[in-house]
């Protein structure tokens, strides 16, 4: 019965580096997640849609998907332009687009492609009347919060099959139009705060740094802590989640593939698998995030 439950999982990650391809293989990785110029909310490196579908053939060589993350909400100017890009991707090869715009999964209904969309607003999905609701426009996926009690996902999973959930890494907590980093360098004086991957952010009364970053139309914050989903991923597998998504974003290349790699032993039953992943990172702020306090009411 593991087995068979192990099978039907997909594990999907981050990549930054397309030289890693061969180590997210080895890991487990069924599915690689590539951030889109442009078009993601998202401090992951992005990367051009020919570049994308030029790796693609690599990917698939390898036995794996490639998924695009393209879940910015887009201006109606640009509107077009990238609801064209997304069918073009679809129609070189692409397994799955990742997106949060409702005018993406209206040209996807138009053009009879929804079953490639992954539906990802974030934090939004937090009941499973509204994920309900987009999984049966016909979906690949609909990604539930994070945000929630383990309890609370453990329901949802279990009322809608085949939904997604973000299992490790920095969590995204904010994003905005308003350039707040920036404009916090007009006031302190520093300057080129755009497009860099080495800020943080911290609250007054606490120690705990959160990574910011801005770049041309969005400025973003996420979690000062890492999401470690290992106590939680079989009982989430159980109740029915099909697909785990594992961001590397702010970290070291090796620590999402490494999670990846514990998951699937866990998965498999070798649950000792999990303290050791915790020892080799136990410098690193890793927690349970929201699974046991009621955040969404």
């Not at 439950?5 to 487990?28: P, S, Y």
């Not at 909400?73 to 692409?94: H, K, T, Y």
């Not at 302190?188 to 007054?204: Q, S």
């Not at 801005?214 to 999401?227: G, H, P």
Request: net charge negative; charged share 25%; glycine share 6%.
């Amino acid at each position: 019965m593991r087995d068979r439950m192990i099978d039907m999982i997909k594990t999907a990650v981050t990549c930054e580096d397309l030289t890693r391809l061969e180590v997210l293989k080895n890991a487990g990785a069924d599915e690689v997640i590539l951030a889109l110029q442009n078009g993601s909310f998202s401090a992951l490196r992005q990367f051009a849609s020919d570049e994308i579908i030029r790796v693609s053939e690599t990917v698939h060589a390898m036995g794996m998907e490639v998924s695009v993350l393209m879940n910015r909400l887009f201006p109606q100017p640009e509107a077009d332009s990238f609801q064209n890009q997304m069918l073009w991707l679809l129609e070189e090869g692409i397994d799955r687009i990742i997106c949060a715009d409702p005018g993406l999964l209206q040209k996807a209904s138009e053009k009879r492609c929804l079953n490639r969309l992954i539906y990802d607003p974030g934090t939004l999905m937090t009941n499973v009347h509204d994920v309900r609701f987009y999984h049966d426009l016909g979906l690949s996926s609909v990604t539930v919060s994070q945000l929630l009690t383990a309890d609370e996902i453990r329901t949802i999973a279990s009322g809608v099959p085949g939904c997604s959930l973000p299992v490790f890494g920095h969590q995204m907590m904010s994003v905005s139009a308003r350039p707040l980093l920036s404009a916090y360098g007009m006031q302190t004086g520093m300057t080129d705060l755009k497009n860099r991957r080495h800020l943080y952010m911290r609250e007054e009364k606490r120690e705990e740094k959160m990574p910011a970053y801005e770049n041309e139309y969005a400025a973003m914050i996420y979690s000062d802590y890492i999401l470690d989903s290992l106590d939680e991923i079989v009982s989430f597998a159980e109740a029915g989640i099909a697909r785990f998504v594992f961001d590397g974003v702010f970290l070291p290349e090796e620590m999402s593939t490494d999670a990846l790699s514990a998951a699937k032993a866990v998965l498999a039953g070798r649950k000792e698998a999990k303290e050791e992943f915790r020892k080799k990172y136990g410098g690193m702020p890793l927690t349970d995030g929201y699974y046991g306090i009621k955040t969404v009411k």
